[in-house]
């Protein structure tokens, strides 16, 4: 004889890769001179804070951009890393928020982005820089941004 409890469900997540990158850069942003949008080049382009693996997820109606820093792996064998959670930017357009808000194009180049972490346990949001090597890869996240909107 089998029990079924009518107060349990299963809650099925939804869960697609759009896009992977084994090389972005992450920058800190100064704050905005102008009204006109950020510039890529007041980042310090020489020198980014981090390089990161980029995964781009859409988790049923959310888009996640999660930032994989690579550290070493302890007791492994030498040189031997593994991935660990840098940063993500969670974007929930059902709060009525536009996709500019999470994330914009810099106005100064194609290849890099003003992406919004927002720490939830602390109610604060911060703005970090994104940026691709490959002019191509910077088309796939906009356009991978673009089909989730």
Known sequence: MSSTNEDETTKVVMRQTLMSVSE???????????????????????????????????????????????VAKVGGPAGATR?????????????????????????????????????????KSALIGLGFRERDDASNFRMALQDWE
Request: a negative charge; hydrophobic letters at 40%; aromatic letters at 10%.
């Open 24 to 70: 972005v850069f992450v920058y800190r942003i100064p704050p905005l001179k102008t009204v006109g949008g950020h510039r890529a080049e007041d980042w310090d382009l020489a020198n980014p804070l981090k390089e990161c693996s980029l995964f781009v997820e859409r988790k049923d109606h959310l888009c996640c951009v999660r930032l994989m820093s690579h």
């Open 83 to 123: 991935a660990q959670l840098f940063a993500e930017s969670i974007m929930d357009l059902s709060g009525g928020q536009p996709l500019l808000y999470f994330c914009e194009g810099v106005v100064d180049s194609s290849r890099y982005f003003a992406i919004r972490i927002i720490d939830e346990k602390r109610d």
